[in-house]
């Protein structure tokens, strides 16, 4: 699994150099997310302690484990910044609050009680069911009834490794599945190519043959090389109208 594109390397270099004091009060200014990135991509001992000893965020972080905050929270990042490959969307419904307030509003307000690691398996959930849809073609490796799942209880973070199995199966299978559809886009556009005056596309109703099938050739070439960037998680779904229906997309002119 990719990791999440490290932020905050130069306040992760000098706030370890503060005294616990100064590191408080620059928690406080924080949100709550950009803290948790913080401690998430940056190893970073000296600030768990600070935020072990922070009067309103003690008791939010000693009641948890703090290394499957961590790992859920790294799962979490990645998923977000795959999401965000084709434009920013809006946040989680779990998470919209990490980034709305500083640490310190979030302690008054939310302090007693959340349960900081189920708001994020919360948001990672949320994520992993988009994939419910488009689940059934995609061969996930020892995970054939995935699914399934996903239609009729949709997915639950179990722990942070099955999590993480999960996400990196969806994304391999994904990963295939566009492969296999970007060979058949070329082997469609090679063919019209070759037989120009032969094959039409379904959406043609025209019986004269083209003159000017570059541009459906091109169109699908096009669409190939997107394809092995589509996204589902983004929202990004590539050639729908070649793959959404039934009937073959390239048929012969009917004479």
Same mark, same amino acid.
């Given at each position: 699994?990719?990791?999440p594109?490290?932020?905050?390397h130069a306040?992760?270099?000098?706030?370890?150099?503060l005294?616990?004091?100064l590191?408080?009060r &620059?928690?406080?200014? #924080?949100?709550?997310?950009?803290?948790?990135?913080l &401690?998430t &991509?940056h190893d970073l001992? $000296?600030?768990?302690?600070?935020?072990?000893?922070?009067?309103g965020?003690?008791?939010?972080?000693?009641r &948890?484990?703090?290394?499957?905050?961590?790992?859920?929270y790294r799962?979490f990042l990645t998923l977000?910044q795959?999401?965000?490959?084709?434009?920013?969307?809006?946040?989680?419904?779990a #998470?919209? $609050?990490?980034?709305?307030?500083?640490?310190?509003?979030f302690?008054?307000? $939310?302090?007693?009680r959340?349960?900081?690691i189920s708001?994020?398996t919360e948001?990672?959930?949320?994520?992993?069911?988009?994939? %419910?849809?488009y689940a059934?073609h995609?061969n996930v490796?020892?995970?054939?009834d995935?699914?399934?799942?996903?239609?009729?209880?949709?997915?639950?973070?179990?722990?942070?490794?099955?999590?993480?199995?999960?996400?990196?199966?969806?994304?391999?299978?994904?990963?295939? #599945?566009?492969?296999?559809?970007a060979?058949?886009l070329e082997?469609?556009?090679?063919?019209i190519? %070759?037989y120009p005056?032969?094959?039409?596309?379904?959406a043609?109703?025209?019986?004269?043959?083209r %003159?000017?099938?570059g541009h459906?050739?091109e169109k #699908? !070439?096009?669409?190939?090389?997107?394809m092995?960037?589509?996204?589902i998680?983004?929202?990004?779904?590539?050639?729908?109208?070649?793959?959404?229906? %039934?009937?073959l997309?390239?048929i012969? $002119?009917? !004479?």
């Amino acid at each position: 699994m990719s990791s999440p594109n490290p932020r905050f390397h130069a306040v992760a270099r000098h706030i370890v150099k503060l005294p616990r004091e100064l590191v408080h009060r &620059i928690i406080d200014d #924080l949100t709550l997310g950009k803290l948790l990135e913080l &401690i998430t &991509i940056h190893d970073l001992p $000296y600030i768990e302690e600070c935020l072990l000893g922070h009067h309103g965020l003690d008791v939010l972080f000693q009641r &948890i484990d703090l290394g499957d905050l961590k790992a859920y929270y790294r799962i979490f990042l990645t998923l977000r910044q795959r999401r965000r490959q084709f434009g920013r969307r809006k946040p989680t419904v779990a #998470l919209a $609050y990490f980034d709305d307030c500083d640490v310190q509003t979030f302690v008054t307000k $939310y302090n007693t009680r959340v349960d900081l690691i189920s708001v994020v398996t919360e948001a990672i959930e949320e994520l992993v069911q988009r994939y %419910r849809d488009y689940a059934f073609h995609l061969n996930v490796e020892g995970m054939p009834d995935l699914w399934q799942t996903l239609q009729d209880v949709g997915f639950r973070c179990e722990s942070p490794d099955a999590t993480l199995a999960v996400v990196e199966g969806l994304w391999d299978a994904e990963r295939e #599945l566009n492969r296999v559809k970007a060979a058949q886009l070329e082997r469609m556009a090679s063919l019209i190519e %070759r037989y120009p005056a032969t094959l039409r596309t379904r959406a043609d109703f025209l019986q004269d043959p083209r %003159r000017n099938e570059g541009h459906i050739v091109e169109k #699908l !070439r096009n669409m190939g090389r997107r394809m092995l960037k589509g996204n589902i998680l983004s929202g990004c779904i590539v050639g729908i109208e070649v793959f959404t229906y %039934r009937d073959l997309f390239i048929i012969p $002119y009917n !004479r």
